[in-house]
T-cell receptor, first 115, second 114 residues
Framework: GAGVSQTPSNKVTEKGKYVELRCDPI?????LYWYRQSLGQGPEFLIY????????DSGLPNDRFFAVRPEGSVSTLKIQRTERGDSAVYLC?????????????FGEGSRLTVL | AQSVTQLDSHVSVSEGTPVLLRCNYS??????LFWYVQHPNKGLQLLLK??????LVKGINGFEAEFKKSETSFHLTKPSAHMSDAAEYFC????????????FGGGTRVLVKP
């Protein structure tokens, strides 16, 4: 597609449930990033993939969060045993190479609400 | 550790008047600095970036920013605001010490009055 695509755009779930959020990056972009944006705040880094491997997962808040990118394209962010504090907009971005150029292309985000 | 402070959470301007969005940063190394814009229900879009070349950086839609190392600032300006500039703006820093990860400021919401 022309841009970064994220699904679902909105997800409402109950505390304790499992959630998957999907990101389809721009074709040919080797780098993929997940950020989390809580209400009234700037995006916070979660994880960065270069190809299929997680080059930096230092932003994942705890072991309930996990992300994969098995074929170096689409990525899935997985959240186990969701908590109300996980409610946020989860942003995916991609870039041609690594993060040092700063030119990331962002999707519109997946808004997660945990009741 | 790198960090970014956007000094105003909200800025209100009249159409046709100048816009100034203030940003101060902290970085252990020579940083790269960026401004991103987020329109309602749209993805974040890069406005401009500074990566140790010219200190005055021109971006899209008439925006520009000046890197001032002595003041650790990277303020964003536009001479004449348009209604379409109403959005949220994020100042962003990146440096080698943080593995070139982007660190975002808290954002400044711009309201443009007719």
């Amino acid at each position: 597609g022309a841009g970064v695509s994220q699904t679902p755009s909105n997800k409402v779930t109950e505390k304790g449930k499992y959630v998957e959020l999907r990101c389809d990056p721009i074709s040919g972009h080797t780098a993929l990033y997940w950020y989390r944006q809580s209400l009234g705040q700037g995006p916070e880094f979660l994880i960065y993939f270069q190809g299929t491997g997680a080059a930096d997962d230092s932003g994942l808040p705890n072991d309930r969060f996990f992300a994969v990118r098995p074929e170096g394209s689409v990525s899935t962010l997985k959240i186990q045993r969701t908590e109300r504090g996980d409610s946020a907009v989860y942003l995916c971005a991609s870039s041609l190479s690594g993060p040092n150029t700063g030119e990331l292309f962002f999707g519109e985000g997946s808004r997660l609400t945990v009741l | 550790a790198q960090s970014v402070t956007q000094l105003d959470s909200h800025v209100s301007v009249s159409e046709g008047t100048p816009v100034l969005l203030r940003c101060n940063y902290s970085s252990s190394y020579s940083p790269s600095l960026f401004w991103y814009v987020q329109h309602p229900n749209k993805g974040l879009q890069l406005l401009l970036k500074y990566t140790s070349a010219a200190t005055l950086v021109k971006g899209i839609n008439g925006f520009e920013a000046e890197f001032k190392k002595s003041e650790t600032s990277f303020h964003l300006t536009k001479p004449s605001a348009h209604m379409s500039d109403a959005a949220e703006y994020f100042c962003v820093v990146s440096d080698l010490a943080a593995g070139n990860k982007l660190t975002f400021g808290g954002g400044t919401r711009v309201l443009v009055k007719p």
